[in-house]
């Protein structure tokens, strides 16, 4: 039974919003304020490890975009992630920046993102490194309305080195709405 409720927490963790407007071809070009866009994402979780140790895991991710085209937007987003472990007295912080695009081709879109973290170093905490990851994928969005939308995408990283040991997977696997 624990495992489906920790299985359902780990998906909400990785449940972000993301707002993006859309811009109608047909009307006169938008200004720079109809073409910014802003949004983010919130992660959250808790439990016990593989170890037994209780572990609490928050996260923040705001990001600001720009539609260059009524499909192709860039933008940035900035990221912290704060990781306790109380049984063992471990307090880890992450920072990040990640640059991206996106082109629309109808409810498919293209995405792409340079991931730059800096973290604590896997084999002592006291030293920080930089990991550098460059995201390449596919999404699918279904609209919800005139603005908004729910959109899945699965990434890869094309970078992804196993022996770095910050990430578990090349994988990278989103659900987020956008409005």
């Excluded at 859309?22 to 938008?30: G, K, M, N």
């Excluded at 992660?43 to 991710?61: C, E, H, I, K, Q």
């Excluded at 539609?67 to 306790?84: A, D, E, K, L």
């Excluded at 910050?166 to 994988?171: D, E, I, L, M, Q």
């Amino acid at each position: 039974m624990k495992k489906p409720i920790l299985l359902l927490l780990s998906l909400f963790a990785a449940f972000s919003v993301l707002a993006q407007i859309e811009v109608d071809e047909d009307s006169p070009t938008p200004s720079f304020k109809d073409r910014v866009y802003f949004g983010g994402g919130v992660g959250l979780n808790g439990g016990r490890d593989g170890y037994g140790n209780n572990y609490f895991y928050v996260a923040l991710n705001p990001i600001v975009g720009y539609m260059v085209t009524p499909q192709f937007s860039v933008g940035t987003g900035i990221s912290w992630q704060h990781y306790s472990y109380p049984d063992v007295d471990i307090k880890i912080n992450q920072y990040g920046v990640s640059p991206f695009m996106r082109y629309n081709f109808g409810k498919l879109f293209t995405y792409g993102e340079y991931n730059l973290i800096n973290t604590p170093s896997f084999y002592d905490l006291n030293k920080r490194s930089n990991y550098d990851r460059l995201l390449l994928g596919l999404g699918y969005s279904q609209p919800l309305g005139r603005r908004g939308a729910i959109n899945a995408m699965a990434l890869y990283d094309v970078l992804y080195n196993q022996s770095d040991r910050v990430f578990a997977s090349p994988w990278v696997f989103r659900v987020f709405f956008s409005f």
